[in-house]
């Protein structure tokens, strides 16, 4: 069956809080964006001690380092940006995450300022020194397609897979991001899957772009999970769902609503009739 993890930040900013609802819905390993209100990049050492300690005690895991790399303007400072995602690689190790999320640059002067497709060699070569500096570290970036970076649409998307060409690059496809850029998330399945090694779920509205929990929308998560898991997909399913905050660079839900997005996950998985895990006997 197919472990879940979660953003669970969205939850609540604290990271008992976090632990408890996660349990309580079978949720088994975090994709670790902050704690506190603080980012995960700007976590210092004792805190991610007390925080690796408590994730430990629970007997959970973080699948990944939720980080923000790659979600600034191309003409940012990439000396500064590099020494940050140095920083992500490190909790990475330090937390024994196979994964860094991470995006690919919004156009020169923000999202929105402009055509980002000009910056294409750019962002190919800043992503293929991060994939250097990852060397043989059992680490892989998974790019998250994000609205009004390069790798937004999903034609972009295998562009930039395919032109950095390594193992340590993969996709988190997230089915809302999508939605929200216009496109149809099952006809981008078929050239992108061999590269999704993740999958992010949240789902959104075509026209509104509103996010709603899963299979409530447009994003055909029932269609594409379920062909990933019989075609041999093994990996995690992780819960983002942004039901009470979808902004910019942080969402939030509530450990109420994280109990709806989660039933609302079980109910597509059973009719797409893929195994996910299971809450603890007499939890939700």
């Known amino acids: 069956m197919l472990p879940l993890s979660a953003f669970a930040d969205e939850i609540s900013p604290d990271l008992d809080e976090q632990i408890r609802v996660c349990l309580a819905h079978g949720v088994s390993h975090i994709e670790l964006r902050g704690v506190d209100g603080v980012n995960v990049l700007d976590l210092d050492r004792g805190a991610r001690r007390r925080i690796r300690d408590a994730i430990i005690a629970a007997g959970m895991g973080v699948v990944a ?170 990996g995690f399913l992780s819960l983002e769902p942004h039901l009470k905050v979808a902004g910019h660079s942080h969402g939030e839900t509530g450990s109420d609503l994280f109990g709806v997005a989660v039933a609302a996950l079980r109910q597509v998985c059973a009719k797409a009739d893929v195994p996910i895990a299971l809450p603890p006997d007499g939890a939700a």
């Open 65 to 234: 380092i939720g980080s923000p790399i790659g979600k600034v303007a191309i003409d940012r400072p990439w000396d500064e940006h590099f020494e940050r995602f140095k920083i992500a690689v490190e909790l990475a190790e330090f937390f024994a995450a196979p994964f860094i999320r991470v995006f690919s640059y919004y156009p020169a002067g923000g999202e929105g300022k402009g055509p980002v497709a000009p910056h294409r060699d750019e962002v190919i070569r800043r992503f293929q020194e991060k994939v250097a500096y990852l060397g043989d570290r059992p680490i892989t970036l998974v790019h998250e397609n994000e609205k009004g970076i390069f790798g937004d649409a999903g034609a972009r998307c295998v562009e930039l897979l395919r032109s950095v060409n390594s193992p340590k690059l993969r996709a988190a496809f997230d089915f809302a991001n999508f939605v929200q850029c216009g496109e149809d998330p099952l006809a981008i399945w078929p050239e992108i899957r061999p590269f999704v090694v993740h999958f992010h779920i949240k789902d959104a509205v075509r026209g509104t772009g509103q996010v709603v929990p899963a299979g409530q929308g447009d994003g055909q998560i029932g269609k594409i999970v379920g062909e990933a898991w019989r075609g041999g997909y093994r």
